[in-house]
């Protein structure tokens, strides 16, 4: 214990910086991830069989292959080739992973709307974009908030994956610790404290967004 105390106290800081760089990687791809959704949702309601073909290769193929696989394909094949730093080639990584699942969400919950809603706004001259924009998604997106904030944990959790590519995460810190004090348990531990806080955070935030919109627990799922 006395060892544990040890090394807490002196890599507590770097184990800090390192769970604020976690938070911000996930937080952008996140980002990212909720616009590649959106759009492959539309794709995959549309009427177009090209738009839809294209979200359903999309989310197959994702959804299908591990997401270390695909942060080690996207890394050797694209981004060498433009020259992203280590932080963007794990957000985009992580981005397109995350996308496909959140495509998913977006297209239970807007396909859970009530079609009538849609029906009663065209036939009152609504046009489809307008109708889709203030009547459907608003009522979508509160459905979806239990989801997406389940999915924004799984994506802070699969975080760790990107220290392969060097980014100075948690659980590369963690590692590094390890390597040179030789004391994996505690320093696996350290990192361990901190995702689990991280998670215990945001979790309390999903759960009072939720309540502040009045969102059910029956909310879409991938």
């Known amino acids: 214990m006395s060892g544990f105390i040890e090394l807490f106290s002196e890599t507590w800081f770097g184990f800090l910086k390192a769970a604020v760089l976690t938070v911000q990687i996930t937080a952008v791809s996140l980002v990212i991830a909720i616009f590649i959704g959106m759009v492959f949702a539309f794709f995959r309601i549309s009427d177009s ?3 839809s073909g294209i979200a359903k290769v999309y989310i197959t193929v994702i959804r299908g292959t591990p997401l270390l696989l695909q942060i080690m394909v996207l890394y050797f094949g694209i981004v060498k080739l433009i020259l ?4 963007w080639a794990g957000a985009i990584a992580l981005a397109i992973h995350t996308g496909a699942y959140i495509a998913e969400i977006f297209r239970g ?8 809603q849609m029906e009663a706004a065209r036939s009152l001259g609504m046009p489809y974009s307008l109708a889709m924009r203030r009547i459907i998604l608003p009522q979508a997106l509160k459905l979806a908030i239990p989801s997406l904030g389940n999915q924004f944990i799984i994506s802070l959790k699969d975080s ?3 220290g392969l590519l060097g980014f100075q995460e948690l659980y590369l810190v963690s590692q ?3 390597a040179r004090t030789f ?3 505690e320093a696996y531990t ?9 998670i215990m955070i945001f979790t309390y ?15 879409a799922s991938a």
Do not use: C, P
Not at 109 to 116: P, T, W
Not at 205 to 219: A, D, F, T
């Open 190 to 198: 350290i990192a361990g404290i901190y995702y689990l806080i991280l």
């Open 160 to 162: 760790s994956l990107v």
């Open 109 to 116: 919950a807007i396909q859970s709307i009530d079609r009538g």
């Open 84 to 87: 992203l730093s280590d932080f």
């Open 183 to 185: 004391m994996q348990f």
């Open 49 to 51: 069989k090209i738009l």
């Open 176 to 178: 590094s610790t390890a």
């Open 205 to 219: 935030m999903v759960n009072k967004l939720e309540h502040r919109m009045s969102v059910g627990k029956g909310g």
